[in-house]
């Protein structure tokens, strides 16, 4: 089942912030970010692995609450570089074990404008 | 190293007819991945690969095949073109290692009339 993302689309002037939420039905075992920009491949940002866990990239971040079975993407004075559509990708627990097989969502188009 | 590539990038079909796309990375990785993209509806797996031999469904396979020979090679066949099968098709690889990142192909965008 697909993981839900919040909000669908973002519009932001450069340098304001974002957070991009991703909710799953199911417990997590781990969730993936990765950018999308207009006609090219994924690139991947970040993994996390563990309840609370948070990681950086650059001024992206994330966070990972378990319990909640949501992951949260925090884009902090965005560049107009940031454009793109995220995905987050999510790993169920119970299934096998490792980076066997991801579930992505549908996506969160962000748009910067000067 | 070239990472991932598909071959073709583009192609246009006709209902019925059948072709394969071609995937190969160059990373010795042992997990390989077919997604279809659509729009609105993200990343959908079709098939993966966790080795060389073995393929395995992923949550749309109807109307594909594929076959891992070679490590390096992932293969994805449509045997009969629906204009249903119209999107960009994305190949992916990982190494078998915990919590790796995916390495996507450029993708292919294949349109059935």
């Known amino acids: 089942q697909q993981p839900v993302q919040s909000p669908q689309a973002v519009i932001l002037r450069e340098g304001e912030d974002a957070v991009i939420n991703c909710s799953s039905s199911k417990a997590l075992y781990s969730v993936h970010w990765y950018r999308q920009k207009h006609g090219e491949a994924p690139v991947f940002l970040m993994i996390l692995l563990k309840g609370g866990e948070q990681k950086g990239h650059e001024k992206i971040s994330a966070s990972f609450n378990e319990k909640k079975q949501q992951s949260s993407l925090y884009l902090t004075a965005s560049q107009l570089s940031y454009s793109g559509t995220y995905f987050c990708?999510?790993?169920?627990?119970?299934?096998?074990?490792?980076?066997?097989?991801?579930?992505f969502g549908t996506g969160t188009r962000l748009t910067i404008i000067p | 190293n070239a990472g991932v590539t598909q071959t073709p990038k583009f192609r246009v079909l006709k209902t019925g007819q059948s072709m394969t796309l071609l995937c190969a990375q160059d990373?010795?990785?042992?997990?390989m991945y077919w997604y279809r993209q659509d729009p609105g509806m993200g990343l959908r797996l079709i098939h993966y690969?966790?080795?060389?031999?073995?393929?395995a469904k992923g949550e749309v396979p109807d109307g594909y095949n594929v076959s891992r020979l070679k490590k390096q090679n992932f293969l994805l066949g449509l045997e009969s073109a629906a204009p249903s099968q119209t999107s960009v098709y994305f190949c992916?690889?990982?190494?078998?290692?915990?919590?790796?990142?995916?390495?996507f192909g450029p993708g292919t965008r294949l349109t059935v009339l």
């Open positions: 990373m010795n990785h042992e997990y």
């Open positions: 690969s966790v080795g060389e031999g073995t393929t």
């Open positions: 990708g999510t790993e169920i627990r119970g299934t096998n074990f490792g980076n066997e097989k991801l579930t």
């Open positions: 992916a690889s990982t190494p078998p290692a915990e919590y790796n990142e995916q390495f």
